[in-house]
T-cell receptor
Framework: GAVVSQHPSWVICKSGTSVKIECRSLDFQATTMFWYRQFPKQSLMLMATSNEGSKATYEQGVEKDKFLINHASLTLSTLTVTSAHPEDSSFYIC????????????FGSGTRLTVV | GEDVEQSLFLSVREGDSSVINCTYTDSSSTYLYWYKQEPGAGLQLLTYIFSNMDMKQDQRLTVLLNKKDKHLSLRIADTQTGDSAIYFCAESRQAGTALIFGKGTTLSVSS
C-alpha cells in the first residue's frame, strides 16, 4: 500500500535554530500534503495544506513565516520550523493525499520535536 | 459546532468489549475513520466506513454509523491489553481536504 516516510522521527534542537522535517511519498505521487501538529494528550490540529508547486494554505493562527512548507515535487514535502522556541516542541505529522476513496489519506509516522 | 466530539477516557477489563463513541458535524461527510495511536507513535488506520453504510465489521472491530444523529461508534470485542491506546475518529468532509479529528479517546485495558 501507499507509504509516507517521515523523518526525522525525533529531534532535539536549541532555541533559535531551525529544524527541517521531511515527508516522502513512496510509490505514489502526493499532490496534496497536510501538516498536523499534536500537543501531548490532545488532538491533531491541521496547520497547513500544501499542493505541489504552489504556496501552502495555512490555518488561522499558524505563522507562515515560522512554519515554512515546501512542496516542490510530487514525492517530497518539507516543514521547516524556523527560529524554534520551546513552545514549538510538539509532535508533527504529515498526511499525503486527500484524494478520492477511503484510502485517500496516508500518514507519516510523526516527528517529535523538542526545543531546549 | 465545528468539532468532532469524543469521550476522553474509557477503562475496561481485559476480555470485555469496549465501545468508543464519536459525534461528527458535517452530514455531507463521505468517509468516517477510526485511527489508533500508541504512545510516541504515528497514526494507524484501524477501519473506516462509507457514509451510506450503517455498520461494518472487521474481525474484532465493529463500526456503527447513525447518520441521522451524526453518531459513530467503534466496538472492540474481547479487548486486550495491547489495545490500550488513543483512538481518534475523523471525518472526511470533502475530497481533497484534510481530515478533521476528534480529541481522541484514551482506552485503558486492565488485566
Amino acid at each position: 500500500g501507499a507509504v509516507v516516510s517521515q523523518h526525522p522521527s525525533w529531534v532535539i534542537c536549541k532555541s533559535g535554530t531551525s529544524v527541517k522535517i521531511e515527508c516522502r511519498s513512496l510509490d505514489f505521487q502526493a499532490t496534496t500534503m497536510f501538516w498536523y501538529r499534536q500537543f501531548p494528550k490532545q488532538s491533531l490540529m491541521l496547520m497547513a495544506t500544501s499542493n505541489e508547486g504552489s504556496k501552502a494554505t495555512y490555518e488561522q493562527g499558524v505563522e507562515k513565516d515560522k512554519f515554512l512548507i515546501n512542496h516542490a515535487s510530487l514525492t517530497l514535502s518539507t516543514l521547516t520550523v524556523t527560529s524554534a522556541h520551546p513552545e514549538d516542541s510538539s509532535f508533527y505529522i504529515c498526511s499525503a493525499g486527500g484524494g478520492q476513496g477511503a484510502f485517500g489519506y496516508t500518514f507519516g509516522s510523526g516527528t517529535r520535536l523538542t526545543v531546549v | 459546532g465545528e468539532d468532532v466530539e469524543q469521550s476522553l477516557f474509557l477503562s475496561v477489563r481485559e476480555g470485555d468489549s469496549s465501545v468508543i463513541n464519536c459525534t461528527y458535524t458535517d452530514s455531507s461527510s463521505t468517509y468516517l475513520y477510526w485511527y489508533k495511536q500508541e504512545p510516541g507513535a504515528g497514526l494507524q488506520l484501524l477501519t473506516y466506513i462509507f457514509s451510506n453504510m450503517d455498520m461494518k465489521q472487521d474481525q474484532r472491530l465493529t463500526v456503527l454509523l447513525n447518520k441521522k444523529d451524526k453518531h459513530l461508534s467503534l466496538r472492540i470485542a474481547d479487548t486486550q491489553t495491547g489495545d490500550s491506546a488513543i483512538y481518534f475518529c475523523a471525518e472526511s468532509r470533502q475530497a481533497g481536504t484534510a481530515l478533521i479529528f476528534g480529541k481522541g479517546t484514551t482506552l485503558s485495558v486492565s488485566s
